[in-house]
């Protein structure tokens, strides 16, 4: 007892010693990322992700145990309740009355039929550098290494249940359970008045995260992991935060519908060898039964004669038998129920099927080889009609096979269904409001006020998610990426359409042959596609070269790199291009340069990937492009003047301050500067020193020097690449050797 009244008095001196660190680091500076800036993810895996909450970029994870463990019964990873698949009287799939944790508090425990039961309850606290996610140890009854308090610290506290069966009958141990939780209360987001709702797919690791007023789409990420658990950082101590568990293709379709409802289900899926249970909604139409099972509803059977006692002697539990059920609660066509992984059959809609309707009159444009797309209807909705000749039957089933595949992502066209007649096949996919070309050309066109820099990230998303299923399209041009029709919020998409050209490379291969042809249209070409001897197969990287010349089509607002209709195909080949629409003076024009001409190099192995793409400084918010200056002058604060980042960081560095950066400031941030230290006019890290510390106490500045530097961080940002237009790119490409470092991963792709 002794022993553990010192580990107990060992841990709150070392908390509140931690506690004093973390004050007088926030005092001093703001650079250590604050826990409340993120929203912690638990996944099946047993990873704890770390992710911020405005962008869902992931900052760290750390990787403990699998969340739960449990041969023989299908546990809900999200509170540990439990579900059985048969019972004495063939009954389906039960809900059973207790879960994993109150099934451990009750231990010892004897049920009717001869088991026993025996629980464990093992509290753990995890100590993490909130910064990197490192553990720095672990604190049990066990043991309680001392820790160095010269920095903030996360106690993550998490509680595994492990509960035991003994057959008393065989002599046999049935089986071992384990349920690990997060020790956190529940979040109240209404009285503290949280702005953000969050979606998890089911079946994989997408989470959706919406503004809770408005309904915009603020940020997707995926997991390698069903997610099991969120929670945000208040406190001192997690807190659980609501989300709502959605299949799959519902959240799909929510995403890309104004229809908002959706039923009650239950999920079954597996994880490694053991299958597990949640609650899930579908949207009409998605309900689906295990072949022959009939089954209760989701609340699950009423149970009597079943008490869970106290813990002290002996309880009668009985998991699988003494069941009665609702009057029609077996009925499965009234419960809506999706099981996947149980030899599953699908269950009839309720509504009578509607066939792809057309007008022939109502074209809204054509391909090769008498291809048409009519305006139409299908189910209720409004869709786009693919009418295809029977001689290219086999390559419309190989683009209704790669829609299917990759139309869960918004920025790809959604594909809805195929019929055939005597005459042609019938595509019915996802109707939209314009061509990216008509966006740029048509002066009259309802939204021309889009943001540029937006739809080309989207579009960038879209092709980013077809390589990641090594999908090539092989013909991207202003006319395939469309926009869609305003939602229900009045949101416009980009998506990547016309799928009729695109190319499925199987597992391992990166590269496809010419033997069918040259594909593409022309002036939007790869030279490596035209080249008589080229020096291998294509990649993916033609997508790159063709995503380079719609990045300055849109850019320039029509024009092309490589000139006009005439020439282009030629100036291809001979690497003959032009940017001049941007200037050499403007922070924007710097940075777009930079992306396209590497997007647009002769050699395809020179260009980025689709992730790397999406990482430039490009498509960086003021936000994100203050936090990056930050992030670098805190990362290079201590390093010696010889260091090799340093050296980096300098070299050229007097074209990037324009010999002295001192002269090119207003006289007023002089003046401020001039009171607290010395910088060098000719050093980029004291510039960025400069930035960060003024930023830091931007609110103690004279109100002059405030009104010269603007609002943070739009104005902020403004007033010194607009002096320093150069600055930006250079330090992005300097600090490029620190990428797989966890502090850059939101900027480089690693």
Same mark, same amino acid.
């Given at each position: ?17 931690? %506690? ?225 568990t959605v299949a799959t293709e519902t959240l ?128 209720? %909705? %409004? ?129 496809f042959s010419l033997r069918s042809g040259i ?138 301050? %324009? ?9 007023p941030l002089q003046a401020d500067l001039r ?76």
């Amino acid at each position: 007892f002794l022993a553990f009244q010192v580990c107990v008095y060992k841990w709150v001196c070392q908390r509140l010693l931690s %506690r004093i660190s973390w004050l007088i680091l926030m005092c001093c500076s703001s650079s250590v990322t604050l826990p409340e800036s993120l929203l912690f993810v638990s996944t099946l895996d047993g990873s704890l992700h770390a992710v911020s909450k405005q962008t869902g970029d992931i900052k760290w994870s750390l990787k403990e145990g699998m969340r739960i463990r449990l041969p023989g019964f299908l546990p809900d990873p999200s509170d540990g309740s439990l579900y059985v698949l048969g019972g004495k009287h063939k009954e389906g799939l039960m809900k059973l009355p207790f879960t994993i944790p109150e099934l451990v508090h009750s231990s010892p425990c004897r049920s009717s039929d001869g088991m026993l039961y025996t629980g464990k309850k093992q509290d753990t606290w995890f100590v993490v550098d909130p910064q990197t996610g490192e553990k720095q140890t672990s604190l049990t009854t066990a043991s309680s290494d001392s820790i160095c308090p010269s920095a903030p610290l996360l106690y993550i506290g998490r509680t595994e249940y492990m509960i035991t069966m003994y057959d008393t009958k065989t002599q046999e141990l049935r089986w071992n359970a384990t349920y690990n939780d997060y020790s956190a209360s529940l979040y109240d987001d209404l009285k503290y008045e949280y702005k953000m709702s969050h979606f998890a797919s089911s079946s994989e690791g997408l989470v959706v995260t919406v503004d809770r007023d408005s309904g915009d789409v603020l940020w997707m990420q995926r997991f390698d992991s069903p997610v099991a658990g969120l929670y945000l950082w208040t406190q001192d101590s997690l807190w659980r935060v609501p989300h709502q568990t959605v299949a799959t293709e519902t959240l799909r379709y929510l995403m890309f519908m104004a229809q908002r409802t959706a039923h009650p289900s239950l999920y079954v899926g597996k994880m490694d060898s053991h299958l597990y249970a949640s609650t899930s909604l579908v949207h009409k139409g998605v309900a689906v039964v295990p072949h022959g099972l009939t089954l209760p509803r989701i609340e699950g059977p009423v149970t009597e004669g079943v008490t869970v006692g106290s813990g002290r002697g002996e309880c009668e539990i009985t998991p699988s038998t003494d069941v009665k059920y609702p009057p029609g609660s077996t009925n499965p066509l009234q419960n809506q129920w999706l099981l996947i992984g149980l030899a599953c059959v699908l269950l009839p809609t309720a509504h009578k099927h509607t066939p792809i309707s057309f007008s022939p009159a109502e074209v809204l444009g054509h391909g090769t080889a008498g291809t048409f797309v009519f305006r139409g209807h299908f189910d209720g %909705r %409004r869709v786009a009609v693919k009418r295809i000749l029977p001689e290219c039957m086999e390559f419309a089933e190989r683009e209704v096979q790669l829609l299917r595949e990759s139309d869960e992502h918004p920025n790809v066209i959604r594909y809805f269904c195929t019929e055939r007649d005597r005459q042609f096949t019938y595509i019915a996919i996802e109707l939209c409001a314009a061509t990216l070309q008509q966006y740029i050309e048509d002066p009259n066109y309802p939204y021309s006020s889009l943001d540029s820099v937006t739809l080309l990230e989207q579009t960038m998303s879209g092709l980013s998610h077809l390589h990641s299923l090594n999908i090539v399209h092989r013909d991207l041009k202003p006319r395939n990426i469309l926009l869609s029709v305003p939602g229900a919020l009045g949101r416009v998409r980009a998506v990547i359409s016309d799928f009729g050209l695109c190319k499925k490379l199987p597992d391992g291969r990166h590269s496809f042959s010419l033997r069918s042809g040259i594909p593409g249209t022309e002036g939007w070409i790869a030279p490596e596609l035209l080249v008589n001897a080229p020096k291998g197969n294509p990649t993916s990287a033609v997508d790159v070269f063709s995503a380079g010349c719609v990045f300055y089509y849109v850019v320039s607002r029509g024009r092309h790199p490589f000139g006009d209709t005439l020439r282009r195909q030629a100036n291809i080949l001979s690497g003959a291009y032009s940017l001049d629409h941007f200037m050499e003076d403007m922070h924007e024009d710097v940075i777009g340069r930079d992306l396209i001409e590497t997007m647009i190099s002769a050699e395809p192995e020179s260009r980025p990937c689709t992730a790397s793409i999406l990482k430039h400084p490009f498509f960086w918010s003021p936000e994100k492009q203050l936090q990056f200056f930050q992030d670098v002058s805190d990362r290079i604060e201590k390093e010696p003047t010889d260091s090799a980042i340093v050296v980096r960081l300098e070299t050229s560095g007097r074209s990037v301050v %324009r010999t002295n950066w001192r002269m090119h400031i207003s006289a007023p941030l002089q003046a401020d500067l001039r009171k607290f230290r010395t910088y060098k006019g000719n050093s980029v890290r004291d510039l960025l020193r400069a930035m960060r510390n003024k930023k830091h106490h931007y609110h103690e500045l004279p109100p002059e020097v405030q009104t010269a530097l603007g609002e943070v961080p739009e104005g902020f940002v403004a007033y010194f690449t607009s002096r320093f237009p150069r600055l930006l790119l250079h330090t992005h490409s300097a600090l490029s050797v620190c990428a797989p470092e966890r502090l850059f991963h939101p900027y480089y792709n690693h």
